[in-house]
């Protein structure tokens, strides 16, 4: 893997991440945080370029939805729960 595609790898899982943690549904934001981690781990020793290029753009996409998901959940917003009270204590 090129730099230049490893910086973009890295800079679009943080992204990601970043972007999941601003769900309201802990639900929501624990799995969908486990799923970016579970899917980059499972594709990090990929080296093909054009199939590295296909992952990249299917990543953007989900991070399209994630964004779109987020907006929908605040427009929805429920109470914590009682499991989010105590991570902050």
Known sequence: MSASSRSQVLSLYKIMLRES???SSYNYRTYAIRRIRDAF???KNV???LE???L????KENLNVIQR???IG??????KLV???AEHR
């Open 21 to 23: 943690q601003r769900f």
């Open 41 to 43: 781990r499972e594709k």
């Open 47 to 49: 080296d093909d370029f």
């Open 52 to 54: 590295i290029e296909t």
């Open 56 to 59: 990249l753009h299917r990543a």
């Open 69 to 71: 998901q987020v907006t």
């Open 74 to 79: 605040q427009m929805y917003a429920t109470h």
């Open 83 to 85: 499991i989010e009270s």
